[in-house]
């Protein structure tokens, strides 16, 4: 069964993070869409979204290493695709 999870968050004031979607342990592909995302979000994805196998992310700043680092630890990531200042890179 595919869980799947679309977050839109224009609010720049209100920051989202992966612990708040740890309830979604069976979660296996998720779209984020947010005007500003910082490092705060990818703290221990592997923990809060274990079965993720497909990951979509619309930023208008850089994903920084530390966020990378925290994606390379979902074992079962399949697919990553970031668009990032209007340049797309899919890195799966």
Do not use: R, W
């Not at 274990?50 to 697919?79: G, R």
């Not at 990032?84 to 799966?92: D, P, V």
Request: some cysteine; hydrophobic content about 35%; proline content about 1%.
């Amino acid at each position: 069964m595919k869980m799947i999870a679309s977050i839109h968050n224009n609010n720049q004031s209100e920051q989202i993070s992966c612990q708040s979607l740890k309830e979604l342990k069976l979660l296996s592909h998720l779209k984020v869409e947010n005007s500003e995302m910082n490092d705060i979000f990818f703290e221990d994805i592997d923990k809060h979204l274990p079965q993720l196998k497909h990951l979509q992310i619309e930023v208008y700043n850089n994903i920084t290493d530390k966020a990378m680092n925290s994606l390379s630890k979902l074992q079962k990531l399949q697919s990553i695709q970031i668009q990032s200042n209007g340049i797309i890179e899919n890195i799966y």
